[in-house]
């Protein structure tokens, strides 16, 4: 902390003084018009403006000799050097600058979010991160974005590792991922214990380093049509940094405080760990924990004198874990420890007047660390733990290596006819390999290892695209049409770790292969001892999986403005599957404009969801909690024998009918899009309860499943308001962003499988909580001069969940129900967070930002009886269980 402190010191001496420059002008098009919205920003910055209704705009730069950037949709983007000019006019031609990239949900490189048919926020990563303390991706949209949701996971096995996220309260798998408009592959990992989105596989996003992003799109609508399978709830298309001029980054330092106030004990009646930062578990006492330091660093150059460039990003991510009260039996409550290092690169290079050759891509590495749930001593009546190696008990740690990577590279052309050509191939992979430490295999008594690698999982996707498109502007007033075909292939894999990590030992130390004939080792006590790695068992080679499978797309999307005021969209889809079959769907969409500032939208659409390669080959066997004690428990695979005799299907597409309707309001610096929405899904799979498994011989107590389980409906409306005002060199702008959500379960499938087996009110209200019933943002934002102040407050609804009682004494009718839905109800109180960041330019090199998130130390108003699911004083809903958090950042450029 000390070098830090000194560095940063240094660095303020070191830096340069200034003089303020202020610029004005205009902007128009070729035929004299003026352009309303163009974006104008300082070259190497984070501060720009856009235009008035008139064209006009006003800008306050760090020196006269600086660079200004002019870019709009569907013109080509310029840079002006000031040269000590304080009157700049502009007049923008028509054309697609290099690199540039659709805005998600058209194809037309004529539109812009703000006349687009369907809700799209635009979202400014790099302006966010560098001005305050969330350093992934997840955080940032979880604050920015109204209707994304995430929270960090404790005691969750994978889940610790990888954040779900959820749009509109979907599941992860039903939101698609691109980056700069290209497919972006998915995590290995299924969500699978004690965590929300269970039994999905989402992407993870924060595998991809923030000071690599220049925007993000978040497309709140279905769309199947137009980009496959995933796109029920919405697209995420993450575009990244394109600049050429020079250096910029960031140091980042801060620090989870660990106060949660006093009563703890006397409330738990019990003797609780890591409260007030006393009594931890590593043995401690600290004010704060769970630091955090980031480095980044983004370095972009021009490429020839054509407009080609490199843009490469490096971040590194250094997380300590947070400890938060807990009872014996969840010591290590709190959220995982991360380092990692990123890599990003985004270049394109022209081949002449109208190609360019453009590559994007970069590999992501992260080494984990989480506590799993405690396990007692063997003079306490728990043999799972070895008194040899653990005569207190022991508390296991789930460590992974995460590695990402990906690589796109791909060809435009434009035609003499007017015609553009894209020719793209994209790879990706994830792989989450699982380290066991500080853990023993019982079965094995004094003999035991105490670290274990216990295998892990890969998702390996290749997508190779062709898309044509072109704008014809004599056709009514502008017509788009759009036509492609994409070829996608995929790969799931599980690997096994070693013996130890998943074996039963016999008497003889030897490995259980035939239980007819090797007894299982026992205690002194007599009593048979678990096997495998505790926490986490590994995989075994009967788990293994190595499956692939392949899908063709093709589809048709056009865009029409009838009128001046008046555009109609549409798209249709058709996908063949090698391993279920084919689907058809289809979009339609329109914006009327009913005058300049206010514009009435809506769309209708199909969509659907492929069932993953994990959700149908993924199983394991592993140490569930049911009727209250630890009991092995099967995951079976969709297409094993296990699974056919309960009766359980084959998996097929998840169904979606989406419906939204809503409205833009655009005046003298305020907009507003207030959008409603109603998403159906049929079929959504869902991971079952357990069923009794005694009997088959499996080497399970327990099985579940996955299964086209239940139908949802999801009703709602985002409102995103945004005020920007300029007084000379200051700056105001006030934004609210909301989203009011209802999810609810129309229709379990249970078949002739008992209900509450199946699917009961513990799982379901996991599906339910995915998002809160509401959650509002109101972001307040003030510049002059070298200064600038943020301040953001949050509001959560109230969620309700059940608890850990559902599953210690598991209902199987409605009678047994209504009793523990008495007893097992969890409320979590509505509440509201503070951020507060102040930023100070000490030169035109260098900005120092000081901040805390949820500064008043909220925390979710907890039950904290001791059947939290996750084992805490909490659980992970609304802003998580972590607390405040205060950071500084030193930002640079050069």
């Known amino acids: 902390?000390?070098?830090?402190?000194?560095?940063?010191?240094?660095?303020?001496?070191?830096?340069?003084?200034?003089?303020?420059?202020?610029?004005?002008?205009?902007?128009?098009?070729?035929?004299?018009?003026?352009?309303?919205?163009?974006?104008?920003?300082?070259a190497g910055t984070i501060y720009g403006t856009t235009t008035d209704f008139e064209g006009n705009y006003e800008i306050t730069v760090n020196s006269p000799t600086a660079t200004l950037v002019f870019s709009y949709i569907g013109y080509t983007k310029q840079e002006v050097k000031i040269e000590s000019q304080?009157?700049?006019?502009?007049?923008?031609?028509?054309?697609?600058?290099l690199g540039e990239i659709q805005v998600v949900g058209s194809r037309s490189y004529n539109r812009s979010t703000t006349d687009s048919p369907v809700a799209v926020d635009v979202i400014d990563v790099a302006d966010i991160a560098s001005i305050t303390?969330?350093?992934e991706v997840n955080q940032v949209l979880q604050y920015a974005a109204p209707s994304f949701n995430a929270t960090k996971q404790s005691g969750s096995d994978g889940a610790d590792h990888i954040d779900p996220a959820s749009l509109r309260g979907l599941g992860p798998d039903q939101t698609l991922v691109l980056i700069n408009g290209k497919r972006r592959h998915q995590s290995s990992l299924v969500n699978v214990f004690g965590t929300r989105g269970r039994g999905n596989s989402g992407t993870d996003l924060n595998a991809i380093p923030a000071s690599a992003i220049k925007r993000i799109e978040v497309l709140r609508d279905g769309a199947s049509a137009q980009y496959g399978s995933d796109a029920i709830a919405g697209v995420i298309n993450i575009v990244l940094k394109d600049k050429t001029d020079g250096?910029?980054?960031?140091?980042?330092?801060?620090?989870?405080?660990?106060?949660?106030?006093?009563?703890?004990?006397?409330?738990?009646?019990?003797?609780?760990?890591?409260?007030?930062?006393?009594?931890?578990?590593?043995?401690?006492e600290k004010s704060f924990d769970g630091n955090t330091?980031?480095?980044?660093l983004n370095y972009g150059v021009g490429l020839g004198d054509k407009g080609g460039f490199a843009n490469f990003t490096v971040e590194y991510l250094s997380k300590d874990r947070t400890l938060r009260p807990g009872w014996s039996w969840r010591q290590g409550y709190g959220s995982a420890a991360v380092d990692g290092f990123n890599f990003m690169v985004n270049t394109a290079m022209p081949l002449g007047e109208k190609t360019e050759l453009y590559a994007f891509g970069g590999r992501n590495f992260r080494d984990t660390d989480a506590y799993a749930f405690s396990r007692g001593s063997f003079a306490d009546g728990d043999n799972r733990a070895v008194p040899s190696l653990y005569p207190n008990g022991f508390t296991p740690r789930i460590t992974s290596n995460i590695i990402d990577g990906s690589a796109s590279v791909g060809v435009r052309h434009s035609l003499d006819n007017g015609w553009k050509i894209d020719f793209n191939n994209t790879y990706g992979k994830n792989n989450f390999h699982y380290f066991i430490k500080d853990s023993n295999n019982a079965s094995m008594w004094d003999s035991s290892p105490?670290?274990?690698?216990?295998?892990?999982h890969s998702l390996a996707q290749n997508t190779t695209g062709l898309d044509f498109s072109k704008y014809l502007e004599d056709v009514a007033s502008g017509f788009n049409i759009a036509f492609g075909v994409e070829y996608r292939t995929e790969n799931f894999e599980i690997f096994a770790g070693e013996e130890a990590s998943y074996a039963l030992y016999d008497t003889l130390g030897v490995a259980i292969t035939n239980p007819a004939v090797q007894a299982v080792a026992v205690d002194p006590n007599g009593d048979a001892l678990p096997g495998g790695s505790q926490g986490f068992p590994g995989y075994s080679p009967s788990n293994e999986v190595d499956r692939s499978r392949s899908n063709l797309g093709l589809y048709l999307d056009a865009e029409l403005n009838a009128t001046e005021n008046w555009l109609i969209g549409g798209a249709i889809r058709y996908e063949d599957y090698s391993d279920f079959g084919n689907t058809f769907n289809y979009k339609l969409s329109s914006r009327y404009k009913i005058n300049d500032n206010l514009a009435l939208r809506g769309s209708v659409s199909s969509g659907f969801r492929a069932p993953s390669l994990v959700q149908i080959y993924y199983n394991l066997i592993f140490n569930n909690i049911v009727n209250g004690r630890s009991v092995p428990s099967l995951l079976a695979a969709n297409n094993s024998t296990v699974t056919k005799a309960f009766g359980i299907g084959q998996l097929k597409e998840e169904t979606a009918f989406n419906g939204s309707l809503g409205f833009t309001f655009d005046m003298n610096g305020f907009t507003a899009t207030v959008d409603g929405y109603s998403i159906s899904v049929k079929d959504r799979i869902v991971l079952t309860d357990n069923f009794d498994a005694s009997g088959l011989g499996v080497g399970a107590d327990a099985a579940q499943f996955f299964a086209n389980g239940v139908d949802t409906k999801t009703q709602g409306v985002d409102i995103v308001l945004n005020y920007k005002k300029y007084f000379g060199d200051q700056k105001l702008t006030v934004g609210l962003a909301g989203n009011i959500n209802k999810l609810e379960i129309e229709k379990i499938h249970n078949g002739n499988l008992n209900e509450f087996t199946f699917f009961g009110p513990f799982s379901r209200a996991y599906l339910e909580a995915a998002a809160p019933d509401y959650k509002f943002g109101l972001n307040l934002g003030y510049s002059i001069g070298k200064f600038d102040a943020q301040l953001s407050?949050?509001?959560?609804?109230?969620?309700?969940?059940?608890?850990?009682?559902?599953?210690?004494?598991?209902?199987?009718?409605?009678a047994e129900a209504d009793a523990l839905l008495e007893v097992a109800t969890d409320v979590y109180e509505a509440a509201m967070t503070l951020d507060l960041s102040l930023s100070y330019e000490l030169s035109d090199k260098l900005r120092?930002?000081?901040?805390?998130?949820n500064i008043l130390n909220k925390y979710p108003t907890p039950q904290f009886d001791g059947w939290t699911d996750q084992g805490g004083f909490s659980d992970s809903v609304q802003m998580g269980s972590d607390g405040a958090y205060f950071f500084g950042r030193l930002g640079f450029n050069f």
Request: charged share 20%.
């Open 848 to 853: 120092l930002t000081v901040g805390g998130n």
């Open 86 to 97: 304080t009157e700049i006019n502009v007049t923008m031609t028509e054309g697609i600058s």
């Open 133 to 135: 303390g969330k350093a």
């Open 293 to 296: 330091m980031k480095v980044d």
């Open 793 to 814: 407050l949050t509001q959560f609804s109230e969620v309700t969940i059940q608890d850990f009682q559902w599953v210690d004494s598991p209902a199987t009718n409605q």
């Open 450 to 456: 105490t670290d274990f690698d216990a295998g892990g």
């Open 1 to 42: 902390m000390k070098k830090l402190l000194f560095l940063l010191t240094t660095l303020c001496y070191l830096s340069l003084s200034y003089a303020q420059h202020t610029v004005k002008g205009k902007v128009v098009d070729e035929t004299g018009e003026s352009l309303i919205g163009v974006n104008v920003s300082e």
């Open 247 to 284: 250096i910029t980054g960031g140091i980042s330092y801060g620090a989870y405080s660990t106060a949660v106030g006093d009563g703890w004990e006397e409330e738990a009646g019990d003797v609780l760990f890591n409260v007030e930062g006393k009594n931890r578990l590593d043995g401690e």
